[in-house]
């Protein structure tokens, strides 16, 4: 493929722009607008058939965000966010797909987006101080600066066990759904994973199929949605001062405008702390649980195992038969260190007759046959497989594109073989003119990725502006710079208990992934003050040439 496209280049076949954006979905979107503001040429190469990324792709029965979706939107333009109105407090997928499509819509962006096109391989070229793009449909793409806005959770893991193809049934992932959904009506099916896109969807395939049998690894920490309209007290917020509400997001911890918790937990009596922890089970809010109970529920694991308990006690009360509540209930991570899931009737579905929980813990699976699964006790005969095991975080898109080889024919796969190395989680020495939104070593996936996303485009795009206005056509982050940032996450990952679970957020989910926290920890507002000040102070940590 590289000498068809170093051939094609030569013809001058390649598409050249200013700036290619790799991904159509929330970030690929609000880049493709902002560069043209900006007065670059842009193009977008997008593997799916359309835009919304994650909300494209995603299409499982119960997918909806877990985020408050007056939250999970976009802030850039105060026009676009009174010309939309969300129905729910949680939007559905189909809801939100809606929204990126009225997005695209609404800024003419579908006519500089490839879609059905792949990147495959991408090249560094020192003589012309461009990049070269290879996509397996149509031109290679020649590009001053490569961003990939190519999601942190948009490469779905294979499955691990054997004899997936010996199944005569059907086979379906929840990140890779069909479009005209799935008829499980009488069927016999199974779901495997118990992560956020299982927790949504067992209680909605629960009611369709004969018998749901969930084979479950590792319980997760699951607390109700309370879907219904958005709450009154933030929509007021929200309208009583916009610019205000959407300020307090972009400086708070997760991207969500809620104070800076200050009271710890041994400030309170039992009394006060049920007290708060039940008002926050009935406020339906990732956010609010997380991080507005007691101070020292994230970084004190005294101060989380009151959480967890408190949770453990609803599990015990919502799942009626006790060896199964007791299956259900988390025993190996602090509360929040692993992604906690919103959910709609999930423990209660397992008090329905044509629902069984099997602990893989107990008795793993051994294979997957013609007929359906075998554990090492039982076998199951089914008619349908959902596999909800999740993604290769953050890194596996990325890396998907390969070679991705910067100065000195360096390969990104070489230089990250010990895990991701970053400056900012924006930027890679070695390679120039090259930026990840939302990469590993940056805020992304523990926050508001809406909020996180706007910030780091407009930082982005901010930035090659200024770069061209000043006459320079490069810019890399300096090894040292990017040791330091290595070394800052690696200190802010020892104040929380991130550290204490092996998760998707440490790689520990993908077999032969390098361990290691690779979301920054610091919070949204510090990292937005933190890349500020790059800035202010001269482009603080880069080369521009
Ligand atoms: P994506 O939406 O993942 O888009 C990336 C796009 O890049 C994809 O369309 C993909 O096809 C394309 N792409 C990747 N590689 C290539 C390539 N080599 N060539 C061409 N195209 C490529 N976040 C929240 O903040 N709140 C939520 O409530 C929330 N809910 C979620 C629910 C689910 C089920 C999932 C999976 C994620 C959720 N997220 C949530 C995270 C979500 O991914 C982000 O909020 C956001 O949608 C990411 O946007 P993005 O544009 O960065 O990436």
């Given amino acids: 493929a590289l000498v068809a496209t ?49 909300w494209y792709w995603n299409r499982y029965p119960g997918a909806r965000c877990d985020i408050q979706t007056i939250d999970y939107s976009y802030t850039f333009d105060p026009e676009l966010e009174t010309a939309w109105t969300w129905s729910e407090k949680y939007a559905t997928q189909p809801e939100i797909l809606r929204y990126l499509g009225f997005v695209a819509d609404r800024y003419d962006l579908r006519r500089d987006i490839r879609f059905k096109t792949k990147v495959t391989e991408a090249r560094w070229d020192e003589t012309a101080e461009r990049w070269l793009l290879t996509t397996d449909n149509g031109d290679p793409v020649s590009c001053r600066h490569y961003i990939m806005a190519t999601g942190c959770l948009s490469a779905p893991k294979p499955p691990e066990i054997d004899g997936v193809k010996d199944f005569k049934g059907e086979v379906y992932f929840t990140g890779r ?21 299982a927790i949504q969807s067992i209680p909605l395939i629960a009611e369709q199929a004969a018998h749901l049998t969930v084979f479950q690894r590792t319980p997760n920490f699951a607390l109700p949605a309370h879907n219904g309209p958005a709450p009154s007290d933030r929509m007021s917020l929200l309208q009583g001062d916009r610019a205000a ?20 937990s041994w400030q309170l009596s039992d009394a006060e702390r049920r007290e708060r922890f039940e008002r926050a089970w009935a ?28 949770i453990r006690e609803k599990i015990r009360a919502a799942v009626k038969d006790p060896e199964t509540a007791a299956a259900l209930t988390p025993h190996d991570h602090p509360f929040g260190a692993k992604r906690p899931c919103l959910d709609t009737n ?20 051994k294979a997957i046959t013609a007929s359906g699964i075998a554990t090492d006790k039982r076998s199951f005969d089914l008619d349908v497989i959902v596999f909800a ?23 990104l796969t070489d230089v990250w073989a010990q895990g991701p190395q970053t400056y900012l989680g924006l930027t890679v020495a070695g390679f120039p003119n090259f930026f990840m939104i939302t990469g590993p070593g940056s805020p992304s ?22 770069l061209r206005d000043a006459g320079f056509t490069t810019i890399e982050p300096t090894e040292k710079a990017q040791a330091g940032w290595n070394r800052h996450m690696a200190d802010c990952s020892m104040l929380t208990l991130h550290r204490l679970a092996n998760t998707w957020y440490t790689g520990a989910n993908v077999p032969g992934k390098v361990q290691g926290l690779m979301p920054y920890t610091g919070g949204v507002g510090p990292y937005r003050s933190i890349c500020d000040e790059v800035v202010s102070r001269g482009m603080l940590g880069f080369n521009l040439t």
Avoid: C
């Avoid at 999930?346 to 699976?365: C, D, F, G, K, S």
């Avoid at 990325?398 to 910067?406: F, S, W």
């Fill in 177 to 197: 759904w069909p479009h005209g959904g799935v008829n499980l009506a009488g069927k016999r099916v199974a779901v495997i994973g118990t992560g956020s896109s």
């Fill in 245 to 264: 509400y959407r300020e307090q997001a972009r400086q708070s911890m997760a991207g969500v405008p809620y104070p800076q918790q200050t009271v710890v």
């Fill in 283 to 310: 406020a339906g809010d990732l956010v609010h649980i997380l991080t507005q109970l007691w101070a020292d529920q994230a970084v004190d694991i005294d101060g989380n195992k009151i959480v967890q308990d408190l």
């Fill in 346 to 365: 999930y423990y209660a579905t397992y008090n329905r007759p044509n629902v069984t929980l099997v602990n893989l813990r107990q008795e793993p699976i």
């Fill in 389 to 411: 095991t999740g993604f290769d975080a953050m890194t596996g898109a990325i890396r998907a594109v390969h070679p991705i080889t910067g100065r000195g024919g360096k390969s």
């Fill in 6 to 54: 170093r051939a094609s280049e030569e013809r001058g076949t390649a598409q050249r722009v200013d700036v290619a954006v790799v991904g159509a979905g929330f970030a690929g979107l609000y880049l493709l607008h902002r560069l043209r503001k900006a007065g670059f040429s842009a193009v977008a190469l997008e593997e799916a058939g359309d835009v919304g990324g994650t």
């Fill in 445 to 466: 996936v523990l926050s508001n990725m809406a909020v996180s996303i706007e910030q780091h485009v407009d930082w982005v795009v901010d930035r090659l502006a200024a």
